[in-house]
């Protein structure tokens, strides 16, 4: 598959599995999984599943530059437990537009960090982007959405760090190898995670068995999702390209709560139509920007 083409297909693809994975948690939690659990059984499954990428193969590991997976190992734990914070605490609909914001943090770090410069085309798509967001969440039909304070403060966090995230592996990740870095990335959140065990509410047998079958395959399809988006960026680069076209799952967030919430016993679906078509013309605008990027 051409690099241009997989640049494209990639970030959306992870786009509907990370909205489908999302819904799949939020149940999980409403269950009972608790924050903690969830952010654990996630990165485990995360680490287990990377390692399949250990296959591709790539230069020996450079015990002097395994500082560099480390900070994306710490990046990558801080906004895990972010993201999971404002799934657990806010609306699927508004965690996960705010979610989005990441591409403008990815916009704002790559020139930091990269010799990659934002052109005027890609930033137009960035603000649209925004802007998109933005609309998606305005308040409408008198509906106030839940913890609506901290969804957007751990979700902004999250955006952040996973944009500074997405930044560092375009940079090092040609010079490490898509089969070494993010194996050892996941490898070492998976190992910080066992940091939050001593804070667990209580073990992890003493989840209930509904909470389980919501659980798995909701951290299975999260870790699917990142190696589809992260190994996107790790083999062809462009961070900002992918992190807009990455920023549909904010729409597919609306439509799939609107259309199949109610497989999820997700309550969402109570909005009314001003919310929808609110919601609609954030759609479209965020569809605006992934246009001005595929015709780029």
Known sequence: ??????????????????????????????????????????????????????????PPVRVDLLWQPLCLALALFAGMLAQ???LEKGDVSVAVPVLGLKVVAVALVTPL???????????AAVLLSAVGIVVLNRKQDGRRPHNVGIT?????????????FDVLVQRWGPAWGVGRLLPIVYAMNGVLSLLLIPKFRG????????AWKWLVPGACALAVQSILFVGAVA?????TIANVIYSARGLL????????GHWFSNVEQGLGRRTLAWRLLGAALMLGAIVLVVTR
């Open 1 to 58: 598959m051409p690099a241009p083409t997989a640049l494209i297909v990639l970030p959306l693809l992870g786009a509907l599995v990370f909205t489908i994975s999302a819904l799949l948690l939020k149940r999980a939690s409403a269950l009972g999984a608790g924050l903690l659990r969830t952010a654990f059984v996630c990165n485990g499954a995360s680490a287990v599943l990377f390692s399949a990428l250990l296959g591709f193969g790539g």
């Open 84 to 86: 999971f914070l404002a």
């Open 113 to 123: 960090l990269t010799n990659d410069h934002t052109d005027a085309r890609l930033w």
């Open 152 to 164: 957007l403060l751990s979700a902004g966090f999250a955006a952040a760090s996973f944009g500074t």
């Open 203 to 210: 073990p992890l047998s003493a989840l209930p068995r509904a």
């Open 235 to 239: 083999v062809y680069g462009k961070a």
């Open 253 to 260: 967030s609306v439509v799939l709560v609107w259309l199949v």
